[in-house]
């Protein structure tokens, strides 16, 4: 098969793409590709499902829980399609590899921004539309996936097809959010916004969760700030932090902004900061991560959506089952930021019934090895937030059976259904989700 880039099947190549952020779950790949072109991916596809093999795009590796890995397949590395074209004031073609701090490198200079960021930017573009993509101003524009114009796909037959919301509406549909089950995205056109140049800052400080609550509905209902994101640090030693992180994309007035919130005025922090700073606010933990090794320990992380209607009384019995120390670690929090529902749009991505609802995310950086416990609370946690109306973000650290996925997409089970038959009838792309099982799935290795 003549390819514009190269396949490798040596054993340290492999092994590296038996890897992920998770460090949970390895599934050892036949070969990778590193694509040279779309074709390259179409043509690989097309042999993988004559021979009977899957097939699964790699990006930055970021998934928790293997997802991206296929046991004896195929596995792209994405990265090496990372063209970005030409920046124009509404859009910009780049390619599925590229990860969002290249695409801000492009856009910056000409003031122009993608309107939702994850709060880790590098992840790859590719990597985060097919499981939706939540921000900090996702409460406004809804999430990354559901902010773009039109997209590439290689479908599991190995057509390579451009759609949008005008032209092959199905399929646009069914990738976005679509965790990878109908097509591999190879080329992305995004949409732009006027980038501020600078961002007022506060970190709100609760000495309860209901009052955090309370500010968070005040705030996600007069959207005053851009951006607000919350989060409950609980560190091994000393006592639990509630906190709401409020950006304004402007020099605003502090007696302004936070008018009648209810904070600790005496802890409240305001800053103003470059808006690219804001951006790549995570950086410092990153490296402080790297450098004490943490960074390449397990990470099962839980990722949900909960409503506004059992925030509360969720949210409580868990804090009151935590042990902080080993259950989150000293890096570790649980995210608890508002996002009204009705910001997003993609059709795949489920969400509570209420009109406001939140993240809530176990991000665990545990300092020990304790990760099949860790798995198995995952799953006790979701359980009871599903009880209580919330559903799952699929990035977590947690397996699920085709029953509790289809549980999972409800009655959009089967436009997913009716497009995999459609798009990938062999049952070749992204067999790490087990939403669509094969005769003879690979057993997973923890």
Wanted: proline share 6%.
């Amino acid at each position: 098969m003549a390819l514009d880039g190269e396949f490798r099947f040596d054993d340290e190549s492999r092994r590296e793409r038996a890897e992920d952020f998770g460090h949970l779950v390895h599934h050892l790949p036949e070969g990778v590709l590193l694509p040279g072109s779309v074709d390259d991916v179409a043509k690989t596809i097309r042999w993988s499902a004559q021979q009977g093999r899957t097939f699964a795009a790699q990006g930055r590796r970021h998934s928790t829980f293997g997802r991206s890995q296929t046991a004896g397949g195929i596995v792209a590395d994405m990265s090496t399609l990372r063209h970005i074209g030409t920046v124009e004031d509404d859009r910009v073609i780049v390619e599925a590899g590229a990860t969002w701090s290249d695409v801000l490198k492009a856009t910056l200079p000409h003031g122009r921004t993608p309107p939702v960021l994850t709060e880790y930017l590098d992840l790859s573009v590719g990597g985060t539309l097919v499981v939706g993509g939540v921000g900090g101003t996702t409460s406004t524009y809804g999430l990354q996936s559901d902010n773009v114009i039109e997209l590439e796909v290689v479908t599991g037959e190995g057509r390579t097809v451009t759609c949008s919301a005008s032209s092959d509406v199905d399929l646009f549909d069914a990738v976005r959010a679509g965790l990878g089950q109908v097509g591999v995205i190879t080329k992305a056109t995004l949409k732009l916004i006027a980038a501020p140049q600078s961002v007022r800052r506060f970190l709100l400080v609760y000495g309860d969760l209901a009052t955090m609550l309370a500010d968070a509905r005040l705030l996600s209902g007069d959207q005053r700030f851009d951006a607000v994101q919350g989060a409950i640090v609980a560190p091994p030693s000393g006592d639990i932090a509630f906190r709401l992180d409020a950006a304004a994309f402007f020099t605003g007035d502090d007696d302004v902004l936070p008018a009648g919130l209810s904070d600790d005025p005496a802890q409240r922090q305001p800053t103003t900061i470059a808006y690219v700073d804001y951006l790549n606010r995570f950086e410092p933990l990153e490296a402080a991560l790297r450098a004490n090794g943490q960074w390449s320990l397990p990470h099962p992380w839980l990722t949900t959506f909960i409503g506004d209607s059992q925030v509360e009384s969720v949210v409580a019995a868990e804090l009151d089952e935590l042990n902080p120390a080993a259950d989150l670690g000293p890096f570790g929090q649980i995210v608890l930021s508002p996002i009204r529902t009705s910001a997003i749009s993609s059709p795949l991505l489920r969400m509570p019934s209420d009109d406001l609802s939140y993240a809530f995310n176990f991000i665990r950086m545990p300092a020990t090895g304790d990760a099949n416990r860790l798995v198995e609370s995952n799953r006790a946690i979701y359980e009871r937030v599903k009880a209580a109306g919330g559903v799952l973000y699929p990035v977590s650290a947690l397996p699920l059976s085709e029953h509790e996925w289809r549980d999972h997409f409800g009655p959009a089970f089967d436009q997913l259904n009716a497009a995999k038959q459609q798009y990938d009838p062999s049952n070749v792309l992204t067999p790490g989700y087990e939403i669509f099982r094969r005769a003879d799935p690979p057993e997973r290795t923890l």
